[in-house]
């Protein structure tokens, strides 16, 4: 079944008859689903042959013909630490969870930290609304085990594979590293940050956000690392020069160096570039929202369907980044 939008009454003919999928829509059309073999997350931006807007539909990810088995999790801030730990021995885990919940944060500072957290991709994303409501209106994950839409919990669905098929999580950022800014370090991982080290000297990130990016750009920018050869972004989200404290949409971490991302970046090729080169099988494409914006990718033909979002889950939370899950044929 082709990954696309279908309207709510197609969805609930798929639910019924058993198909394992990942449901994305907004709070309207995810509401009053029956119980089945799927989860969901709240957004309404899409791709969609082209890059839209639907409060409608649903976008749907089936799993079915390539799953052998499946099961259903719900997880709070207690025991997200658990989630890699219930994968199967060959498999996938997709997972969602609502912006700026308790299980929001302690998954984005400890995902890396948790036990088996390599052996199964884990892929998702983060529960979106409308970009002008965001702060005025909550955002959901849902599962199939209920149907009901909650605010404070991450839902999970474990696909289990045959032996001949195997899956792969893969990460896409279209930004690169601005070599002539200066190397940022933090000197701890977290959402906030304040203190750290600026080309080697005790500095303030939001007086260098605001006294130097600002001051020669005009506005905030991403700042950008590698990690083992991984471009991974941050995107400041509040820059309170008069705490010092700024906030970023995913954590920063402790010891990696950041520096701004060179401008110029053609998003739109780039993205429909880089995806017509897949050869593998991909199942599930998920993009950030300020790829939608950023890129004007409105209106515009897209390669591959899938969903935006307030952020991507590839074991850690990102922004900023394309993540697909792949299947290949072993």
Not at 30 to 57: C, H, N, Q, R
Not at 146 to 152: E, R
Not at 257 to 273: A, C, R, T
């Amino acid at each position: 079944m082709e990954n696309k939008l279908y309207t709510k009454a197609e969805v609930i003919d798929f639910i019924n008859s058993g198909r394992i999928m990942l449901l994305s829509g907004s709070e309207k059309a995810l509401s009053g689903l029956p119980a089945g073999k799927w989860i969901g997350g709240t957004t309404p931006y899409f791709m969609d042959g082209v890059g839209k807007l639907d409060e409608d539909k649903i976008f749907v990810d089936d799993f079915t013909l390539i799953a052998q088995d499946s099961k259903l999790e719900v997880f709070d801030s207690s025991n997200i630490q658990e989630i890699a730990k219930k994968g199967f021995k060959n498999g996938f885990i997709v997972m969602t969870m609502p912006i700026d919940s308790d299980v929001y944060f302690k998954f984005s500072d400890h995902s890396l930290e948790y036990d088996n957290i390599y052996d199964n991709p884990l892929v998702g994303f983060v529960s979106c609304c409308k970009f002008e409501d965001f702060g005025n209106v909550q955002t959901y994950s849902v599962s199939g085990i209920d149907g009901k839409l909650v605010s404070d919990k991450a839902v999970a669905l474990y696909v289990a594979l045959p032996d001949y098929l195997t899956a792969r999580c893969e990460i896409m950022n279209f930004d690169t590293i601005d070599e002539n800014t200066s190397k940022v370090v933090f000197p701890k991982t977290s959402f906030v940050q304040s203190d750290c080290l600026i080309d080697g000297k005790p500095g303030n990130i939001s007086d260098y956000f605001e006294n130097v990016v600002k001051a020669k750009l005009g506005k905030y920018t991403q700042m950008i690392t590698s990690q083992n050869g991984a471009l991974i972004n941050r995107d400041p989200r509040v820059v309170n020069t008069k705490t010092g404290e700024t906030s970023f949409f995913s954590p920063v971490y402790a010891g990696d160096e950041y520096y701004l991302v060179k401008n110029g970046s053609d998003y739109f090729k780039m993205f429909n570039d880089n995806l017509k080169s897949k050869t593998a099988d991909v199942v599930t494409c998920l993009s950030c929202i300020s790829y939608y914006f950023g890129g004007n990718f409105e209106g515009r033909s897209i390669c591959k369907n899938g969903v935006y979002a307030f952020g991507e889950i590839a074991y850690q939370l990102l922004n900023k980044t394309i993540v697909t899950l792949e299947i290949d044929h072993n």
